[in-house]
Nanobody
Framework: QVQLAESGGGLVQAGGSLRLSCASSRITISFNRMAWYRQGPGMLRELVAAISRDGKVEYEDSVKGRFTISRDDTRNMLYLEMNILKPEDTSVYYC????????WGQGTQVTVSS
């Protein structure tokens, strides 16, 4: 059973920064893709950013230029650097890994105050 553990969430003022981390119990190179999703209150879970095994990245339009996804396969870690945070970024952020099936972390709360 794969376990993904997020950390790094918290409360930050608008314009601030946070770095989310996701630790995987399985070697991350085994996953075809890893990603960050978020889900706000009463909202559907949405893709924020994704990175493939070969390093190809994609971002949701509203975070382009502000967020950076990266992975460190030597440490089995996934990261999300979030800058110029906005109140609308407030959500629970989930780590996701795609192998033979999908795996999800428990989520970490990010709250951006105006």
């Amino acid at each position: 059973q794969v376990q993904l553990a997020e950390s790094g969430g918290g409360l930050v003022q608008a314009g601030g920064s946070l770095r989310l981390s996701c630790a995987s119990s399985r070697i991350t190179i085994s996953f075809n893709r890893m990603a960050w999703y978020r889900q706000g209150p009463g909202m559907l879970r949405e893709l924020v950013a994704a990175i493939s095994r070969d390093g190809k990245v994609e971002y949701e339009d509203s975070v382009k230029g502000r967020f950076t996804i990266s992975r460190d396969d030597t440490r089995n870690m996934l990261y999300l650097e979030m800058n110029i945070l906005k109140p609308e970024d407030t959500s629970v952020y989930y780590c996701n890994a795609l192998g033979w099936t999908q795996y999800w972390g428990q989520g970490t709360q990010v709250t951006v105050s105006s």
